[in-house]
Structure formats: structure tokens, C-alpha cells
């Protein structure tokens, strides 16, 4: 990488260490957003939209990457991340809650609890914020449990975004798409 003698650090492509910057700060933050969306949307519904916004851009980003919104975007894994980190037991999450049939039916419950709220309360923007106020607290309080007991992202082993994405992922793509088992997509460098 060539140096620029002004600079103290070397030079690097432009915006990589602005996305980095970026994505660094969001890290720290994005924990304060989580408690905006649940506590604040538990008291002024229209925050619970926030919710519908973080899953609409993760379904984007999925289309551009997979799970590259689940890698360092998640505000609630970030939460679980940094704050549970010094008061979990690091257990390892069950390999059988884990495999993709039991995800595909904690996600289907969550899309019927979801709905199910939905048409109990979901009039109007103040109603449809109320119901992901909801569910997202539900979410973080699971997250939470889960990070004590087991690892600290043990949720996100199970989240329904995630199941989301992936179940996408293998809809949409082809399987020349995928990366060949033992071999990294960048070609291992």
C-alpha cells in the first residue's frame, strides 16, 4: 500500500476507512438505537416503524451480500455483543435448536405472532408501530436471555431476520452462486 508521506497512516482505497469509521461507530452506537426502538416505542408507537425500516434494509443488503446487514449492521446484535459479552457463560448454543428446520419454525412462529398482532392492533401507522414495538421487544428480550445463558449473539444463531435472509438467499440464488466447501469466496487471501 503506498504511503503518503503527509499522512501518518498509510493511504488506502478511497472509502474503505471511511466505511470502516462508519461501521465503528455504528458498532457503539447502534445498542442506544435498540433502546430508542423498544423503550421509547413502548411510549410513542410511530418509533415501533423503525423496526419495519431495520428489516426492510437488511432484506437490501441481503440482496447485495448475504447476512452482510446480520455481520455488523444489527443494532441487536450489536446490543448483545457489547453488553453481554462480561456477563455471559459462553456456553455454546444447542446444535439442534440450530439447524434449519427448527430455525425455519421459530421464524414461522414469529411471522404467526406477527400477524396475529397485526390484526389485533395494526390500524393505522400509530397501530402497525405498536405491533413491531412488540415484537421487538420480544426479540431483544429472547436475544437477551439467550446471550446470558448461552454465547452472547446466541440469538442471532435462531433470529427470524436471519432465517429470513437465508431462506431468500437460497431462493433467489443459482448454485454456481454459492462458495464451494473448504474454499473462502475471496479466493482464501
Not at 444463531?157 to 437460497?170: N, V
Request: aromatic residues 8%; hydrophobic residues 45%.
Amino acid at each position: 500500500m503506498p504511503h503518503d508521506p503527509d499522512l501518518s497512516v498509510p493511504s488506502t482505497p478511497l472509502g474503505t476507512s471511511a466505511r470502516k469509521a462508519f461501521l465503528d461507530v455504528w458498532r457503539r452506537l447502534s445498542p442506544a438505537l435498540v433502546l430508542i426502538l423498544v423503550v421509547g416505542g413502548l411510549f410513542q408507537p410511530l418509533l415501533g416503524l423503525g423496526v419495519l425500516a431495520l428489516m426492510a434494509v437488511a432484506l437490501v443488503l441481503n440482496a447485495r451480500k448475504r447476512r452482510s446487514f446480520c455481520a455488523g449492521i444489527c443494532p441487536n446484535g450489536n446490543l448483545l455483543a457489547l453488553g453481554l459479552r462480561p456477563f455471559s457463560r459462553g456456553k455454546p448454543f444447542p446444535r439442534q435448536m440450530a439447524s434449519p428446520e427448527m430455525r425455519r419454525m421459530f421464524c414461522g412462529f414469529m411471522m404467526i405472532c406477527l400477524f396475529a398482532f397485526l390484526a389485533r392492533g395494526g390500524q393505522g401507522a400509530a397501530g402497525l408501530g405498536q405491533v413491531f414495538s412488540w415484537i421487538y421487544l420480544i426479540a431483544v428480550g429472547g436475544g437477551l436471555a439467550l446471550g446470558l445463558y448461552y454465547k452472547p449473539r446466541a440469538w442471532c444463531t435462531i433470529c427470524p431476520m436471519g432465517t429470513l435472509q437465508d431462506s431468500i438467499s437460497m431462493i433467489t440464488s443459482s448454485p454456481l452462486d454459492a462458495p464451494r466447501r473448504g474454499k473462502r469466496e475471496d479466493g482464501g487471501r
